[in-house]
Structures are given as C-alpha cells and as structure tokens.
C-alpha cells in the first residue's frame, strides 16, 4: 500500500515518477517478477532529489535501473505514457557474480495536464464543463462564492474563492512541479481583474497563457504588461484573443473554440 501511496502522492503534487518492473527473470538473480520501483526526480531539491518506493533488488541491478530511469525523468517528455523495455546479463553487463539474466520496463507517468481557469461565470462554466470528460485537473478561481462553488462545479480538483496573490501562491504551491502541463485561461468578470490575473500569471511557468479579449481590449491589456515590465518577448507568449475562429458567439460555443486551441497545443507539447 505505501507503494501506491508514493505515486498517488507525488501525482497530486504534479511530479512526474518512473516507475521499473522486472518483467523477465532467468537463473539466479536478485528479485522476482513484477517487482517495482517507483522513481520521483525534483530536480530543485537541495537535500533529497531523488525519492523512490520498493525495490527491484538492490546492488548494479537496482542502480543502473535508477540511473536509467533518472535520465528518463529529465527528458522533456510531457503528459504522454512512455515505456521502455531493458535486458541485461548481470555478469556481463553489470558484472554482479549471481550471473542471471533479467527483462524490465520503465513506465513514466505523468500527472494529468492542469487547467487553470480565473472565472467562474458562463464563459469559464462552460469551458470547466468541455473539459471535464479530457485528461485535465482542473482549477477554478473566482473571488465570488455564489459563482465559484462546489454546487456548480462538483466535478473540478479545486476551487480558489480569491484573487488575492498570497491566497494564489498558498493554493497553487504545487505548481512548482507542473510547470510545461498548465494551461491557464482568463475570463473573469472585468479588465482589472484580467490584467491582475495575467500580471500574476506571466511571473510563474506555463505552456498556455491566455486571456478572453477583443482586438482592442487585448492591445490595451498587452501594453498595460507592457507599463508593468514585463519584456516584449514575454508578452508575445500570451495568447489574446483566445480560441480558434469557429464563428461561434454562445458561452458553450467559446469555450470549444478555446479548448480546441488548448487541445492542439497540448498534443504537439510545448
């Protein structure tokens, strides 16, 4: 049980884990099959940066698999499963005396993309509702109780009922974690608050910013980014107007549009 807790938490912390299963075993060897190995990289860590849960044996065996699982865990692989498939002659290959032979997988698993929605009225309903049945935690931020809560949105990860910066950071300090896998969409209730969720935003990681506007609307708000410091090349990341141009005007149609942009940049992967 400790093991599946171990990947259970790490998920919900938006880590990615790689997970060895011996798979294969012949002669006299260290472990048996179906045997795991849970792997978590924090690459930010200054004391414990590797975390793991079970064993495939210990000794070589154990920390050639942790090495090779390792360089998996810092590739840039995103949301998409990926197994690989190792044998090795422990004689030859690692040259531990025991001398069998084993097979094992290496899966990663990656936490669900994570979409951040600052708006919880018929726009950001409707686009909490087109994505609940894809692979997204979702979040829902809005300051308004009666917009934002449990009774609407009972099948969201977490709702924040402030726009407050100190409320955001304590609420979405797994973040650190995520980074490349959020997708954040702004469609609040008013251009202040637009402009102070984008101005949040823009300081932390992610691989869509993007916030509801008209032509004009979006101009005055990137040159307002622009008045607060933040760099043109930096600006030209955020994505305003958002959505693909369906023609579409209803809250339901708006937010297919946005989920199809957010849907075809997730799949080529930032």
């Not at 495939?56 to 065996?61: E, K, Y």
């Not at 531990?96 to 009225?121: D, F, K, Q, R």
Request: charged share 25%.
């Amino acid at each position: 049980m400790e093991f599946f807790k171990f990947i259970l938490d790490n998920l919900k912390l938006k880590r990615k884990l790689a997970i060895i299963t011996l798979v294969k075993v012949k002669g006299s060897v260290p472990q048996i099959p179906g045997a795991k190995l849970a792997v978590c990289h924090l690459p930010d860590a200054l004391t414990t940066p590797l975390l793991t849960a079970g064993t495939v044996g210990g000794g070589a065996l154990e920390h050639q698999a942790l090495q090779e699982a390792l360089d998996i865990l810092k590739s840039d692989a995103q949301s998409k499963p990926s197994i690989h498939y190792i044998e090795k002659n422990l004689l030859n290959d690692l040259g531990m005396v025991c001398g069998g032979e084993v097979s094992y997988t290496i899966e990663l698993i990656s936490p669900p993309s994570e979409l951040i929605i600052c708006g919880a009225g018929h726009c950001g309903e409707a686009l909490a509702q087109a994505a609940k049945n894809l692979d997204f935690s979702i979040t829902i931020i809005d300051s308004m109780q009666s917009f934002a809560n449990r009774e609407r949105y009972p099948f969201v990860d977490k709702i924040i009922n402030s726009f407050e910066e100190s409320d955001l950071d304590r609420e979405l300090q797994h973040r650190e974690h995520a980074g490349k896998n959020s997708y954040v969409v702004i469609v609040s209730r008013d251009h202040a608050t637009d402009f102070r969720m984008a101005r949040y935003f823009m300081n932390k990681e992610w691989c869509y910013l993007g916030v509801i506007a008209s032509k004009a609307k979006s101009l005055k708000l990137k040159k307002e980014l622009g008045a607060a410091g933040f760099p043109p090349e930096k600006i030209s990341r955020l994505t305003s107007p958002i959505g693909l141009d369906l023609g579409g005007s209803s809250p339901a149609e708006i937010a297919i549009s946005i989920l199809a942009q957010i849907i075809s940049l997730k799949n080529r992967s930032c």
